[in-house]
């Protein structure tokens, strides 16, 4: 089982950045594929990065919308997944989800296991 707490949502203006933190419980975060999603209003939950486990090569992935402007990284040590989100758009407004599953990585979110609760990320215009 394991446990999942986003941090780090807020208000910023478009051009803006952000980095938003996701916190796993539990002695085995290194076997998990970590990966961001994110859902606006009236929107279905759409994939934005995943990072693969250290051990596998610790790839990264993600959607093309947002490729050069975000970063997912992972610290093994603290437990731990970053979104580093830079030249934010209006359009990136939304709750942003993390997520965890054993294997390889998938944009599907009906394959990841485990969710953190949300944060929201606000881009004003």
């Known amino acids: 089982q394991v446990q999942l707490v986003e941090s780090g949502g807020g208000l910023v203006q478009a051009g803006g950045s952000l980095r938003l933190s996701c916190a796993a419980s539990?002695?085995?975060?290194?076997?998990?594929?970590m990966a961001w999603f994110r859902q606006a209003p009236g929107k279905e939950r759409e994939f934005v990065a995943a990072?693969?486990?250290?051990?596998?090569?610790?790839?990264?992935y993600y959607a093309d919308f947002v490729k050069g402007r975000i970063t997912i990284s992972r610290d093994n040590a603290k437990n731990t997944v970053y979104l580093q989100m830079n030249s934010l758009k209006p359009e990136d407004t939304a709750v942003y989800y993390c997520?965890?599953?054993?294997?390889?990585?998938?944009?599907?979110?009906?394959?990841?296991?485990?969710w953190g609760q949300g944060t929201q990320v606000t881009v004003s215009s």
């Open positions: 997520a965890a599953r054993e294997g390889s990585a998938y944009t599907d979110y009906n394959v990841y296991t485990y």
């Open positions: 539990g002695r085995t975060f290194t076997r998990y594929v």
């Open positions: 990072i693969a486990r250290t051990w596998s090569g610790g790839n990264t």
